[in-house]
């Protein structure tokens, strides 16, 4: 073996980078949920003393958590005054649950499956399938958290516009089905954009559903949004207007039953959404930052949940000439990439 000094030291200077990364992915979901950045940015430069009272933590944690924040560039360090700050752009991302660049719920999500690795190693071992409900609770929100900013600053302003013309039905009244709709953020959006049109999510995720009917009710639109516990193959209504699929499609056992499902459920002038994680056609392509986020995701997520009921196991990083392949057979008669986004693509499917 022949070591080049100069490789190994660039991938040790990796490993670093990951095992920092990997150690403060949860003192940023613990700054989240203590609303320390939230009070960094409402309160200005603070001593670590400062923060801990305004949030009513002991200051000893409050301290090393903010050196921690310092080093990996979350949180900005003046040595001079010996206090710390969030920059405009660090507050926008990591402070404001309104922004379209919110970062906390990816690593929400990325811890639910570190507290999950015994159980996908197992998984790993005998090939069974592992249910969303079957992983920790963290995932639920933390997912809902990850992909929201990105409905919040795309779905009514570019990926509903994109349809061939879905907004002005949506703007003179009509029926939606949002499909594997989680805690609801992508359906609530929607209904609180288009104030004619009638919204109902579905997910098998009682808990999820439980989450979303009190969202709706708090965001004042339980009369027009309502959400039932059933699956993507025997959701109830048909004659739908359109049927969204946000990032759930690739999770299905069986995304071939679900698309002959969707069809029989539109009206004949009807559309269907589908919103799935970024992917290029091959692997090489793949292999670059935002592809090693959704094949880490798919390892431990995605590809269990499609094994369910001996799925096909689709994993995230599905090709656009897969999913044509597998969804037009159902009954549609057109397919197409609408809109993209560094984390998603928005296909389009008529009957």
Request: with cysteine.
């Amino acid at each position: 073996m022949t070591i080049d000094q100069d490789k190994l030291g660039e991938f040790l200077g990796r490993f670093v980078a990951d095992l920092g990364a990997t150690l403060s992915a949860p003192l940023v979901v613990i700054g989240d949920r203590l609303g320390l950045y939230k009070a960094l940015a409402a309160g200005g430069p603070q001593t670590p003393a400062e923060l801990a009272h305004r949030c009513g933590c002991a200051e000893r944690y409050v301290r090393e958590w903010l050196c921690n924040q310092a080093a990996g560039g979350y949180v900005t360090y003046d040595p001079v005054a010996e206090r710390f700050s969030l920059t405009d752009e660090q507050a926008f991302c990591l402070a404001d649950e309104s922004s379209p660049a919110f970062i906390p719920g990816g690593l929400q999500l990325a811890v639910s499956t570190i507290n999950d690795r015994d159980a996908i190693a197992e998984r790993f071992r005998t090939g069974a399938a592992m249910g969303w409900h079957e992983h920790h609770h963290d995932l639920f929100e933390g997912t809902e958290r990850f992909f929201r900013p990105g409905y919040v600053g795309n779905l009514t302003t570019s990926w509903l516009p994109a349809l061939d013309g879905v907004v002005d039905k949506l703007t003179a009244g009509a029926r939606v089905a949002d499909v594997g709709c989680g805690l609801g953020a992508s359906t609530i959006i929607m209904a609180a954009a288009y104030p004619a049109s009638t919204f109902v999510g579905f997910d098998y995720h009682e808990a999820s559903i439980d989450a979303a009917r009190k969202r709706a009710a708090d965001a004042g639109l339980a009369d027009r949004v309502s959400f039932e516990i059933d699956g993507a193959q025997d959701f109830p209504g048909d004659g739908y207007d359109l049927v969204t699929c946000f990032d759930c499609l690739h999770d299905m056992g069986d995304p071939v039953d679900a698309a002959v499902h969707v069809r029989r459920s539109l009206a004949d002038d009807g559309t269907w959404m589908v919103v799935e994680p970024y992917a290029n056609a091959t692997l090489s392509e793949n292999l670059n930052p935002i592809g090693r986020v959704f094949y880490g995701a798919s390892t431990t997520i995605c590809t269990p949940a499609g094994l369910t009921d001996g799925g096909l196991a689709m994993g995230n990083q599905v090709a656009d000439e897969t999913w044509e392949a597998l969804l037009l057979p159902a009954g549609f008669s057109s397919f197409r990439r609408v809109a993209e986004t560094p984390f998603n693509r928005i296909f389009e499917l008529r009957p």
